[in-house]
């Protein structure tokens, strides 16, 4: 472990060479020098095979505090999330796309919010945040839809960002038991955390306003697996939450819901 390194920025990638120089430079540059000291950027890949190797290396050899850690056994945003967690220095994880959806220039008010906070969120409800408007209207109703199925878990206002951050010790050592009951399938680690770890029951989430972006390179990864993995996802959160009875009214609600969302997407 460096001592130097306070925070540590982890970025899942699968196929985002194109995304690596401007979201590493923008990074570091968003940070100043003081920040920048203090922060390791980690891209978690899972063998893209697409360059994105030599690109951190070209990144690294400039200088910038960055590297990539290559799986070639495993695959998934969650899974790849939680291992770059794992293979971090810093007391203070963030956890970003690659894609500059999450604009690497709000991430000095998410490091402050997180100094302060036991869990920072990037939301994008909030006053004042507006969706881009190219962001497709399929993947509104989306989110939407997925953001409903998730209120009884969570209060938080935007349990579906991938952009939060969580310090250190709620992960390991508050409870050294609560990361081996978190679930790494699927895309919605930040849901899995809030409703999971021992966080406390008054101020543990700072709240960061932002406003999503667009991918411009590369496409999105978001698949009908991944949707079924959600609703497994959110199955198991219920029946943590509120147990066998209510596992089963979940799933009841939880069905008719989803098809809502199938047939106004459908636009039956
Ligand atoms: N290592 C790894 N990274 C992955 C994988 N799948 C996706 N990623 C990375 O995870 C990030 C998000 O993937 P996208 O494909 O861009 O997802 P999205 O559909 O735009 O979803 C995003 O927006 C949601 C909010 O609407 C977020 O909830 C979600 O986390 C993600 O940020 C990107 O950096 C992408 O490269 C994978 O299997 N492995
Ligand atoms: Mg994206």
Redesign the pocket.
Known sequence: MSKDIKFSVI????H?KLNIEPLTTRLFQALGPEFSKQTELIY???NSQDGSVEEVQKLSEKGYNVRIIVRTKE???SS?VLHGFKNSDGQYLLCM???L?HPPEVVPKMLDSLVEHPFALGTRYAKGVEMDKNWPIYRRII?SGARLLALPLTSASDP???FFGVQRKYLYEVDPNAINNINDKG??IALELLAKLPLPKKDAIGDVPFSFGV?TEGE???SGKVMFQYLGQLRDLYCYKFGGFHLVMGSIVLTLLFLGTVLLYLGV
């Open positions: 970025v899942p990638s699968y985002e978690v890949d899972d695959r998934g945003l790849a796309d690659a894609d959806q989110s579906m960002s991938g895309f919605k991918r999105s990864k978001l």
